[in-house]
């Protein structure tokens, strides 16, 4: 028999009592997460958004409560009344904030019953994420998890309070529009009233905030769904949130100050965490050259070392094959890693291999100064002696090189480096590491397409001075793109964009885009262009992936309420699922059709 809450009221949630309501009379209601018979009493641990309260059914307080209380069982609902009291000295829990006190219930209601759930919701226990997400409304019931959730809100506020505070207006931008290239394949939606014709689902905004810069809004901001059609990884969603934002009459300059304010203000409300500008700021070229990737972690060192110079002149046919083939051959120090075992260097090889390496030359330095290497024998004492003075060996080191272009040398070091952090522990997870990248190159050049792609997207500024070489050399032009990384993730990325119709023309031309295929894609920007245009310009954040590490969490699955499967698909609803045949007749879509 489940019980109507009659004329009880919540007087305050499982979080808030103290020894300053001591005998007062309450009225709590939520879930039951454990219940222990302790001799006749009866303790149960009431659980609700905010936290948890020890409740106690005493058979000499009330027998028939006391009863009723022995039918309680895990995820039941329940209502209860009565009067706070003090623990014994010795049962305090001072970890709970309810630590201190109990409930001694005189009244109790049971509002629903609940089977037994398919995995506990009271203890750590290794449960697939299939079933988490198929039971997704039970796994939000673990306090982890509802803390991701409270932090999520907490954080948007935060974003928007700071935002309307330095101008911005938030202005929605509509779901159903135009697919335009973005580096994803786009969601589609078909028409019904237009036969064989298609909506997309937005892969950002861009277009439409730029559009809002030559309106005269002047300041947008929007915390807006995004959806990309592309394949799934640990922080990535087909749909996810962005933070979205873009300013007229401004440089590089105000806008990295505006973000700074904002990513500070975040991190010191939700986090505690002593942020403060300005960040780190360093080149796309110098975050290659000294990590190997875009969005360097810079809360560890294992830097790479430039010993091309060496390599064009030393006796190892791979290393000067590289070198004279206008390639690059680099390395990086493995400080006091030269207990690895043989197994050790032959896994580091495999990972290496699987990011299109070759193999990987490594070299230990011996107590006696000298290498201990397969390769050894193709230096010359002097080559050997260089290359240690390059990158600071020392005994009980390891070296591990690269020899190829430049793109698989940065690829593959990139990842070993990262991969070393996480072997060696240098990872600090209460350090955080913002680094501005900056000026990177405008194109680069697709080997299957034949043809310059948009580092970012085509809209992004080349900077002035570069201008000229669109015609003649597009891969030497820079952009006034800027990327914000966090602890090797980056967290927001954005640009000066193109304000001007004829650089606009110029550098599509220079993306093989002709005329006719520009207008086609997006020539009401282009139209726009030649009403006025301010300069302008932005950035855009994904807020799962900052919710991501601010929470310390693995996964943005973890901070989105109901998120996908890596293989794009909802546990919980079964989607995506088929649809009725006459579904796709009203939308002009003939599939070949099995029943």
């Known amino acids: 028999m489940i019980d109507s809450m009659g004329t009880l009221r919540r007087t305050h949630h499982n979080n808030e009592l103290s020894l300053a309501q001591v005998g007062e009379t309450v009225t709590l209601m939520g879930w039951v997460l454990r219940r222990r018979d302790h001799g006749g009493v009866i303790f149960i641990d009431l659980r609700d958004r905010q936290g948890l309260t020890q409740v106690v059914f005493n058979p000499e307080v009330n027998p028939e409560v006391?009863?009723?209380?022995?039918?309680?069982r895990s995820e039941w609902v329940i209502a209860v009344q009565g009067k706070v009291e003090p623990r014994p000295d010795d049962m305090a829990n001072l970890k709970l904030?309810?630590?201190e006190i109990e409930v001694l219930v005189d009244t109790l209601k049971i509002l629903n019953t609940s089977e037994t759930p398919p995995f506990p919701l009271d203890e750590e226990a290794e449960v697939s994420d299939n079933l988490r997400l198929q039971y997704r409304y039970l796994d939000l019931r673990k306090p982890e998890m509802?803390?991701?959730?409270?932090?999520?809100?907490?954080?948007?506020?935060?974003?928007r309070h700071y935002l309307n505070a330095q101008g911005f207006i938030d202005i929605e931008t509509p779901m159903l529009t135009k697919s335009t290239p973005e580096g994803a394949r786009d969601y589609l939606v078909p028409s019904r009233v237009n036969a064989g014709r298609f909506f997309a689902l937005p892969q950002s905004p861009q277009l439409f905030k730029q559009l809002l810069m030559i309106a005269g809004m002047d300041r947008y901001y929007q915390i807006v769904k995004c959806f990309r059609d592309e394949d799934l990884r640990a922080d990535r969603q087909p749909e996810f949130t962005q933070i979205d934002m873009e300013m007229s009459f401004v440089d590089e300059e105000q806008i990295i100050e505006v973000v700074e304010g904002m990513i500070t203000e975040l991190f010191n409300q939700t986090l505690a965490v002593d942020t403060q500008p300005p960040f780190t700021r360093i080149t796309y070229d110098q975050a290659m050259a000294r990590f190997g990737t875009d969005r360097p972690d810079t809360r560890f060192g294992l830097e790479l070392v430039d010993l091309t110079a060496i390599a064009a002149e030393c006796g190892f046919k791979v290393f000067r094959s590289a070198a004279d083939s206008g390639?690059?051959?680099?390395?990086?120090n493995a400080k006091g890693c030269g207990s690895f075992t043989r197994k050790e260097l032959d896994d580091l090889t495999e990972f290496a291999i699987q990011f299109g390496?070759?193999?990987?030359?490594?070299?230990?330095?011996?107590?006696?100064?000298?290498?201990?290497?397969?390769i050894a024998k193709f230096f010359s004492a002097e080559e050997q002696e260089k290359i240690d003075e390059s990158l600071g060996a020392e005994p009980g080191d390891v070296l591990f090189f690269g020899a190829d272009k430049n793109s698989v040398v940065f690829q593959v070091l990139g990842e070993l480096r990262n991969e070393l952090g996480r072997r060696l522990d240098l990872l600090d997870k209460d350090r955080f590491d913002f680094v501005w990248v900056t000026d990177f190159p405008l194109v680069e050049y697709d080997d299957k397409e034949k043809r310059y792609q948009a580092l970012h997207h085509p809209f992004?500024?080349?900077?002035?001075?570069?201008i000229e070489k669109l015609a003649e050399d597009p891969g030497k032009v820079y952009s006034r793109a800027y990327d914000l990384v966090l602890n090797g993730n980056e967290i927001g990325g954005g640009s000066i964009r193109i304000h001007d119709a004829q650089v606009q023309m110029q550098v599509l031309k220079a993306l093989s885009i002709g005329k006719e295929e520009a207008e086609e894609?997006?020539?009401?920007?282009?139209?726009?262009?030649?009403?006025?245009a301010p300069p302008h310009g932005g950035i855009a954040f994904g807020l799962d992936r900052l919710l991501m590490l601010i929470t310390g969490s693995d996964s943005i699955r973890n901070v989105i309420a109901f998120p996908k499967t890596q293989k794009a698909t909802c546990p919980l609803t079964d989607a995506p699922s088929p649809v009725a045949r006459i579904q796709l007749t009203e939308l002009h879509i003939r599939p070949d059709w099995k029943e």
């Open 357 to 374: 390496a070759k193999g990987l030359a490594w070299v230990k330095i011996k107590e006696d100064g000298s290498w201990q290497s397969p």
């Open 97 to 99: 904030a309810t630590g």
């Open 327 to 332: 390639g690059t051959v680099r390395a990086i």
């Open 460 to 466: 992004t500024a080349p900077r002035d001075e570069d």
């Open 146 to 159: 509802g803390a991701n959730l409270m932090i999520r809100h907490q954080a948007v506020q935060i974003i």
């Open 66 to 72: 006391h009863a009723k209380a022995h039918r309680l």
């Open 521 to 532: 894609k997006f020539g009401f920007l282009l139209k726009s262009l030649h009403y006025g």
